[in-house]
């Protein structure tokens, strides 16, 4: 059973949603569609990304992940299918399915212009109904990503899909902030363990005009309540936090800020 899995910044009262897994399973009545989340921030790539990155590795190798947050459907954008070494990626060409992709290893990605895999009318404002989940049943039918269009090799890729390390620095940037007011980042343990940080250490951490230096910890116990720290979170990336407390709200920092980290 082919799974498909949709991921919206359209709230769950539109009747949108319901309007893109009529026209899959009208396609591939035999697909499996689960709800990764339809509650993204309006417009808010970055929040996508992130949520579909954290999720969507746990998915059987050969899934099918669409992701719409769109803000600029029906300009230039191009509609597009990402073949990564365990999934298939389908949405708008602005970088929000490249974190994913990137972190399975991709392959190849194809534009979606083969009206064939298209509804035969397409509007300007919904392409998540009328392009992405027709390509993603057809993918589930097992049409080949390639006939869907011609192979591109300039994805666009946002400047949140990896950090920049230069000697024992890394730059990373916000990417999420959870409802606990954890502030997530995209520096990976990889990352860390590339300029020798590990589990214990104290670590240097700069944005805008704050400087911090913060433990970097195995949980939150380990420092007292309403104290900050670092950890590596459920998503995999460094976190910063405060046991018990919102440190996003407390350092006033947002999504898309730089952070500078050292030991």
Do not use: W
């Amino acid at each position: 059973m082919p799974i498909i899995t949709l991921l919206t910044d359209f709230g769950l009262r539109d009747s949108y949603v319901a309007e893109m897994k009529a026209v899959i399973l009208s396609i591939c009545p035999e697909a499996c569609i689960i709800d990764i989340c339809h509650e993204v921030k309006k417009f808010d790539i970055r929040m996508g990304a992130y949520l579909l990155a954290r999720t969507s590795k746990y998915f059987p190798k050969g899934s099918i992940h669409v992701a719409v947050v769109d803000p600029g459907v029906g300009g230039t954008r191009r509609p597009i299918i990402v073949e990564s070494e365990r999934a298939f990626y389908v949405g708008p060409d602005n970088g929000l399915l490249m974190l994913s992709a990137e972190i399975d290893g991709i392959k190849h990605v194809y534009m979606i212009s083969n009206e064939r895999y298209m509804l035969k009318t397409v509007s300007r404002t919904f392409h998540g109904r009328d392009i992405f989940s027709p390509a993603a049943a057809y993918l589930a039918r097992g049409i080949p990503p390639s006939e869907f269009g011609p192979e591109i090799h300039d994805p666009t890729k946002l400047s949140f899909t990896k950090p920049k390390i230069s000697g024992n620095i890394i730059e990373g940037e916000v990417i999420h902030i959870d409802d606990f007011g954890n502030i997530i980042t995209n520096i990976s343990i990889k990352d860390l363990e590339s300029i020798n940080i590990g589990e214990g250490d104290l670590l240097n951490l700069e944005t805008r005009n704050l400087k911090l230096k913060l433990k970097l910890c195995r949980s939150y116990t380990e420092v007292p309540h309403n104290t900050p720290l670092t950890i590596i979170g459920s998503s995999e990336f460094l976190e910063i936090s405060i046991n018990q407390g919102d440190a996003a709200k407390h350092f006033n920092i947002k999504t898309g800020d730089k952070i500078l980290l050292g030991k």
